[in-house]
Structures are given as C-alpha cells and as structure tokens.
C-alpha cells in the first residue's frame, strides 16, 4: 500500500515538473539573429579570370571582387572603333565637300566645255543664217543643231557639277553622315560598356560570406557569384500567433537575449505583419492552433554596434 501511496507520489511529482517545465517554455518567445543579405551577379557570360576577395572580406562600394574573361567584347570594341573611324571620315567629306584638286579638275573640264559650247554656238549661228538663204540643207540644219544642243547640255551639266562642289554635299547628305557618326558613337559606347563589365565590383559595402564560382569556371548572366550580407543591418525576426500578438506593440521597446552570447541587447519593435504561410513560424516550440494567423515581428536594436558581431540566424529569446 506504501509502495502504491509513494509511486503515485512520484509520478505526480514528475507531472507537476513537466507542466512546470512547459509552462516555462512557453513564456519564452523565441526567434532568430536575421541580417539584410545581398547578391552579386554579371550581366554578361565570361570565365572568372580572377578573384580579388575571399569569404569574410569586406568590400567597400566600387572594390573591383573580380575579373570576368570575355574575349568577344574585345572583338566587338575593335569593330565599334573601326567604324566611329570611317564615319567620321565620311561625315568630315560630306562637311568639307570637294577638296582642292577636285575643284581644279571640275574647272578644267568646265573651261573645255565652254570652249566647245562657244564654238558650237557660233557655227549654228552661221548654219542658221545660211539656211534662211536656202544655202544649206534641212538635213546639215539638223546635224549643226544637234551638235549645238548637245554640246549646251555638257557644259550646263559641268557647270552645275562645279557649283555643288564649291557649295558643298546637299544638307541630306550631310545629315545622313551625320547620322551614320552617332549610330557608330553608339555602338562603340555600348562595346565599352560590355567591356567595363569585365570588372565586377561592390554595388554596396558588404561582407563577403560566399563565392559562388572559383577561377576558370563560367559565369552567366544573372548567376550570382558573390553573396553576402549589408552592415549595420542585423534585426531580430519573432514570429507569434494571432493568440499572442496582443503582448506587443509596434514601437514598443523590448530587450533581446542571445543565449549563445549570453548578453541582452534592447530593441524597439519596427513592424508588425502577418505571414501567409504558417511554416515560417520560428520558435522551436510551436503551439499555436492550425487556424490562427501568424505574424512576423521585426525588432530594430537600439544600438547597431552592438548587434554588429552576432552570428546571422542563431536564436534569440524575445523578453518584456
């Protein structure tokens, strides 16, 4: 009977132990050291010819982190320069129209037309006169007026020719060269563009805590190669359900215990939100009810320095 009497005795001990243990645990409200992270990509595919940082550096804004190979961007420069050269050749032609000995050459072969056409002018004359007397032919009429027309065409074609090239290409032609300038400046800007990407650096200070890919190996566009974390940006992350949100406030000032450190850190409670997905819950101990909203509960520390050092993720006890 004694032995019955002090096994119930025990086993109501160890219940009342259990509850007890329980009921610590669910006052403490537990969490996780997050930090805002940060990724690194390239633009466009090449090998990494090298790297320039190691995991755990910290890189400042525009440190280079590495140096992509990418021997078709240099071919492309090549081109682009190639082509800025014969536009711009093209377009100084079209400004400065005809060069010196051109103009000599048009003057020339004006001066020799003119000859002609003074010539063929005054023999149609005598022709013409000849023929009201009834001297000539129709048929030596005719030949004379053709030679004289014909020789009046050449010498208002070279005349006009002589002119355009005093005054220059047509205002058409100059605005294409002109167009055909920019298009090949344009090219030739984004082939340095390509080419600047070679380099790839910090968008941000950032701690480097992984390296994606080693040297040699290929990176594509929008592969991430660095990733890492901002700092200064630690936050505690608390997550509570609909039955116990109503023990914080936004605003409100909360401390924060770090078991793995052992110190307390005080925070103020930024933002209250619900989470669509009850998974994201982040206490160990879940006991909240499959139908309850969850809520996220973002906490600020007071004084970043001190938050500066904890390890992302680990877990933290949320105290009032």
């Known amino acids: 009977m004694n032995i019955r009497r002090n096994l119930s005795l025990s086993l109501a001990v160890i219940a009342l132990a259990i509850t007890s243990c329980q009921h610590k645990t669910e006052k403490q409200t537990e969490g996780k050291i997050k930090r805002e992270s940060i990724s690194v990509t390239t633009k466009i595919p090449g090998r990494i010819e090298k790297l320039l940082v190691k995991e755990g550096d910290l890189a400042r804004k525009g440190d280079t982190l590495a140096i992509l190979e990418i021997p078709e961007v240099n071919a492309k420069l090549a081109q682009a320069q190639g082509a800025v050269r014969s536009a711009e050749a093209q377009y100084d032609m079209a400004e400065n129209g005809a060069t010196a000995n051109q103009l000599q050459q048009l003057q020339a072969k004006y001066d020799a037309l003119k000859e002609q056409y003074e010539f063929a002018q005054k023999s149609f004359d005598r022709v013409s006169a000849m023929f009201a007397d009834s001297l000539i032919s129709p048929q030596n009429y005719d030949e004379a007026s053709a030679k004289y027309q014909g020789a009046k065409a050449q010498f208002n074609a070279v005349n ?8 220059g290409a047509r205002y058409e032609n100059r605005q294409m060269a002109l167009g055909q300038k920019e298009r090949a400046g344009g090219a030739l800007e984004e082939a340095k563009v390509a080419y600047n990407e070679r380099y790839i650096t910090a968008p941000v200070d950032m701690s480097i805590e992984t390296i994606a890919l080693h040297q040699g190996e290929l990176a594509t566009p929008g592969y991430a190669i660095f990733n890492g974390y901002l700092p200064e940006s630690t936050w505690f992350r608390v997550t509570l359900p609909e039955s116990q949100i109503g023990m914080v406030t936004q605003g409100e000032n909360v401390e924060i215990f770090i078991p793995y450190a052992k110190k307390s850190i005080k925070g103020t409670i930024s933002i209250i939100k619900q989470l669509s997905n009850y998974a994201n819950i982040t206490t160990a101990y879940p006991d909240y009810q499959m139908e309850e909203a969850l809520y996220e509960i973002k ?7 001190e938050a500066e050092d904890l390890l992302n993720n680990a877990s933290i006890i949320l105290k009032k």
């Open 160 to 167: 006009a020719e002589l002119n355009e090239a005093k005054g």
């Open 299 to 305: 906490i600020i520390p007071t004084n970043s320095t």
